[in-house]
């Protein structure tokens, strides 16, 4: 029999159920993910993609099944920093008094000591992050005055600063501009060659076809999981969104 | 009135400074707006408004008890300020009445309970001056208690100020690099329930609310930085303090209730002309002359 070294799986979920109160939001549901790779995350709104990450990050707790993140449990890996986590641009305060700058310093936070005084590598790192989504210009500028597109590259160096090597972003094409876009798509391919770990939810069938290895359809529970060309069929989409026929989600085309 | 004719502004700020009951209350009302100003920030950032209403209104049983049994009002007041938001977050968790509803019952019960306690009790207790705050006769334990919860509170927030902005603004990102959000969450509680305490001197547990949220509020308007808006926010505090104070003392009104005054007129101030955020924009009013 093949022993399984858990160690070569960045994530590995097994079999987690989350409730909230009762409540079933996900159940059985398993996921492995080796370095390198790319993962969409396919669901209707309610199907348990917030759960997942929220489940990953340890931000829910699971009520069974187990979650290694690299080999570790969850707690070990938050304390390592070894996820970073890339929100909806509808999932944080736009209006909130903080500046580009001072939200990609967060991804540094947890390295910091007990007053979050940043180091000489610190400021570096922020100010790599900060150029690779090039958003120099813009140091200063509160988020309330960045565009859709602009705000979510702000938080896309704040996982860069981190320097987590799991990425888990929540629907990280929507909102955002062409620009950025491209420069998105180019970032994964970066990641990727880094051996970084990419988990990514999103409503764009089209992203999945052109970045993801594999892909993870669910609703409340794995639907299928596998390589993307395998598993992104009709059939499994159309059961993964309740029936509705993948002509209506992306066109007759596909 | 009267008084207005020979007043000179001088005059207006020295011959209170005269009296010893008043220096007294200047400083330490200062004090106890400088601490709240402080925590303002994060419960308006927070959301946490009605939250800072429901646990100042929770203290009145635990203040009333503490008189009672002879201990520190402050620590009755703090039990009881916990105590209601540990209740607001279980029957929330267990029931299925929306949170606010469960705010506003649990804090009007609290409430509820300290005024038939202290009709019961019939000590020599004030209400008038819990309810509506005596800044000008607070007595030498209380200087020392409010001056003690003041530095801790401070301490506490100076502390933890970069993790609780964090905390406010994105409390997953926290959790996910490791920084304990349970801990943030009941010291944010923690420092909310002190202040309330301090504050309700000031201005007295119906009013102390609006020390809590209207600097913030004011000084939300007024800035886009984090840490401006903390110094924005206690200084209007302080000058509203200081304002109510006078005009109580040369008018003869309610103290408590000229310093909440004050505060809103500032915010209103804010709101009308702030140079971003106004109604009327005044940066943009004054480019218009260029």
Known sequence: METINYQNFRIDAENICVDYNGKVALYDANLRLKPGQICGLVGMNGAGKTTFFNALTGFVNISKGKIRINGESVRSAQKDQTIAYVPQNEGIDSQFPISVWDVVMMGRYGSMNIFRC????????????????DLTDHLSTPIGNLSGGQRK?????????????ILL?????????IRTE???????????????TILLSTHDMIHVREFCDLVLLINKTVVAYGETSEVFTPENITTTFGGISPDFLFGPES | MELCSFLTLDSFITDPLTHDFMRKALLMSSLVAAVCGFLSSYLTLKGWALM?????HSVMPGVVVAYALGLPFSLGAFIFGVGSVALIGFIKQKSRVKEDTVIGLVFTGFFALGIVLVSKIKSNIDLHSILFGSPLGISLSDVKQTILISLLVVILLSIFRKDLMLYCFDPRHAKTVGINVFFLHYLLLTCLSLAAVVGLQSVGIILVVA???TPGATAYLLTDKFDNMTVISVLSAIISSLIGIYVSFWFDLETGGSIVLAQTFIFLFAFLFAPRYGIFKLKKLFAGYK
């Open chain 1, 169 to 177: 972003l929540d629907e990280p094409f929507s909102g955002v501009d």
């Open chain 1, 182 to 196: 491209k420069l998105i798509s180019e970032l994964f391919i970066q990641f990727k060659n880094e051996g970084k």
């Open chain 1, 153 to 165: 590259r702000t938080f896309l160096a704040r996982a860069i600063a981190q320097r987590a090597s």
């Open chain 2, 211 to 213: 020390m809590l949220i």
């Open chain 2, 52 to 56: 800072g209403d429901a646990v100042s």
């Open chain 1, 118 to 133: 940043p180091r000489e590598s610190d400021v570096q790192a922020v100010k790599d992050a900060i150029a690779r989504v």
